[in-house]
Nanobody
Framework: VQLQASGGGLVQAGGSLRLSCAAS????????MGWYRQAPGKQRDWVAT???????NYADSVKGRFTISRDNAKNTVYLQMANLKPEDTAVYYC????????????WGRGTLVTVSS
């Protein structure tokens, strides 16, 4: 199973970006899909999670600005980011709990988001 993230880039404060992450491989089904981020010199932090049924949860730091969604038919999760702030600058990683016969945790390689002030 591979997770391929895309959509990162450079944006000015107040701008928007949309990240995508597609899972591929021998997948029976995917449970939770989510996003984490790691700023330079800091630990990786949870950002948002979407359940298979579509319920969403967010870290307080992004609530009201970020929206997570998923397309189960495409095994893809999205993160729409709006009103971006310089403190949102980080490498964003997607995560999926995948049923491959047993439940396993998979990570994408990460996509860099840089927000300039």
């Amino acid at each position: 199973v591979q997770l391929q993230a895309s959509g990162g880039g450079l944006v000015q404060a107040g701008g928007s970006l949309r990240l995508s992450c597609a899972a591929s491989g021998s997948i029976f089904s995917i449970n939770d899909m989510g996003w984490y981020r790691q700023a330079p010199g800091k630990q990786r932090d949870w950002v948002a999670t979407a359940t298979r049924a579509g319920a969403a949860n967010y870290a307080d730091s992004v609530k009201g600005r970020f929206t997570i969604s998923r397309d189960n038919a495409k095994n893809t999760v999205y993160l729409q980011m709006a009103n971006l702030k310089p403190e949102d600058t980080a490498v964003y990683y997607c995560n999926a709990v995948v049923d491959v016969g047993v439940l396993r945790d998979y990570w994408g390689r990460g996509t860099l988001v840089t927000v300039s002030s």
